[in-house]
């Protein structure tokens, strides 16, 4: 027999743990990755090869003149894959995101953690296409570090943007389902929530 109040009350739903799925994080940063890197050899190799043909045929000051505008883009690229690998790192190996129970959610992010009472979210939006869809949770305008209920260690004007914009889930290199997510968010706040 199934015991219907304590399925109605939210307090009796174990928590939900949100990850991250590494090998999906892999999948999503690698194209990127190889792009930014090819077009970094290609461009480089360009620029070694302007060099060479106006140094040969002009001398070397005009071959490096020629070819410094593709060097410093080279440049470029070349920190712009650093820091894609080291952000493709990063979020593979974040571990635990969020966690939703009872009394609230906790977020865990680069900038730090945040927990949220649910009084402090007013609605939930999704955002994106069928295969990219993107959560955004609504937060009250009145939520700052000093809020009860609220505890973190984000710096306050990270967390006035993210009261204003919202805080956001993406669908891609979770280890859980957004519709999952999304469920578990409308049965703790008792319907209140409903992604719309």
Not at 1 to 12: I, K, Q, V, Y
Not at 35 to 59: K, R
Not at 137 to 146: C, E, I, K, W
């Amino acid at each position: 027999m199934l015991d219907t109040e304590r399925m109605s009350d939210p307090a009796g739903f174990p928590p939900l743990v949100v990850g991250t799925d590494r090998a999906a994080v892999l999948r999503l940063f690698r194209p990127i990755l190889a792009f930014i890197v090819v077009v970094c050899v290609v461009v480089t190799l360009a620029a070694v090869t302007i060099a060479a043909l106006l140094g040969s045929l002009s001398g070397f000051g005009l071959g490096l003149a020629g070819a410094a505008s593709l060097l410093i883009v080279g440049g470029y690229l070349f920190f712009l894959a650093l820091h894609t690998a080291t952000t493709m790192t990063a979020r593979a190996a974040a571990g635990t995101v969020l966690t939703l129970d009872a009394t609230g959610m906790r977020w865990v992010t680069p900038q730090g953690s945040l927990d949220l009472p649910w009084d402090a979210v007013d609605a939930v939006t999704l955002r994106g296409s069928a295969r990219r869809r993107v959560a955004v949770y609504r937060l009250n305008a009145a939520v700052s570090p000093t809020s009860p209920g609220v505890r973190t260690d984000i710096r306050a004007d990270i967390l006035a943007r993210a009261t204003k914009s919202g805080m956001r889930l993406g669908s891609v290199g979770l280890d859980q389902p957004l519709d999952t997510i999304l469920a578990a968010t409308s049965a703790f706040t008792a319907g209140r929530l409903v992604a719309r």
